[in-house]
Each structure stands twice: as structure tokens, then as C-alpha cells.
């Protein structure tokens, strides 16, 4: 399998995995939250109209989806074609990156599609403090991030000395 059937196959497996979660979340979760951990993690069902922290949740509906659904069209085909062009020169942690950035990018982009707004479910918090809620999708797009920037930041140059 080539370097590029390995990106697509994380991509889907993050996709399925997603949607899978968000699913069982919507049919477990949503009378009753779920208390993993008491003053830390539970899980709670929350309907995200914006953008992450929110953002532009109180914006008209055409603006709102329009926007959103634009941004992670653009954020998903040019982590792909990235991805693609670059991928005999790209290293096994830098192209699992971008897959998981693609996957959790596509996978928001259905719920934005299909649905008008994000589910989301993980709820972490010390007592009274939350971490606002997310899901698969936003953990995946956040690690893949992460390691991509330590990649370049660090890793990238180690390699060359």
C-alpha cells in the first residue's frame, strides 16, 4: 500500500469513527449526561452552531453555514491536495498528520452539512470549569496539529544535525 492509500485510509477511519461516536453520543446522551470521572470528565451532549469556543454561533444561519461549511471545504481538499503533491517527500508522521487534520476536518463538515450545527460530547472540567465540549473530529484536527507543528519545529531540524 502506498503512502497516499495509507493518508486515505486514516482519513476514513477518522471519518467513520466520528461519525460512529457522535452518533452513539446523540442516541446515549441526550436525556441524561454521563459522569466518567465526577468533577472532571463526563460525557454531555452539546449542539455546536458555531465554529470552535462557539464562534459565530449567534450569526444568521446563511452566514453562519455559509462560512463554515466554505472554511472546512477549503481546509479539508487543501490538506488533501497537499498531501498528495507532497507525498514522497512528506515523512510517515508528517502524512498521519495531515490525516488526521483531513478526517476531523470532513467529519465537522458533515455534521455542518447534513445537520446545520456539530455534535459534540466530550466534556472535560475541573469542577465548575469547563473545557468547552468537542468530539472526535476536534481532538483529531488538535493532535494532528500538534504533532505536525513539533514535527516542523523540532523533530525536522534534529534530523538534519
Known amino acids: 500500500m502506498g503512502k497516499f492509500q495509507r ?12 461519525l460512529l461516536t457522535k452518533e452513539f453520543a446523540v442516541r446515549l446522551f441526550s436525556e441524561k449526561d454521563f459522569t466518567v470521572i465526577p468533577n472532571f470528565f463526563d460525557f454531555t451532549l452539546v449542539w455546536n452552531k458555531g465554529a470552535a469556543f462557539g464562534v459565530l454561533a449567534d450569526a444568521p444561519i446563511w452566514v453562519r453555514k455559509l462560512i463554515l461549511i466554505f472554511a472546512s471545504l477549503i481546509a479539508a481538499i487543501a490538506t488533501i491536495v497537499y498531501a498528495y503533491a507532497k507525498q514522497s517527500k512528506l515523512s510517515k508522521l508528517e502524512l498521519y498528520s495531515l490525516a488526521l487534520i483531513a478526517g476531523g476536518a470532513l467529519g465537522n463538515l458533515y455534521d455542518r452539512i447534513f445537520l446545520g450545527q456539530v455534535r459534540d460530547f466530550i466534556d472535560w472540567h475541573i469542577f465548575q470549569y469547563h473545557w468547552p465540549a468537542f468530539n472526535i473530529a476536534d481532538a483529531s484536527i488538535t493532535i494532528g496539529i500538534f504533532l505536525f507543528a513539533l514535527n516542523e519545529l523540532y523533530l525536522k531540524n534534529r534530523n538534519k544535525n
Open 7 to 18: 493518508f486515505l485510509l486514516v482519513v476514513f477511519f477518522i471519518i467513520a469513527l466520528d
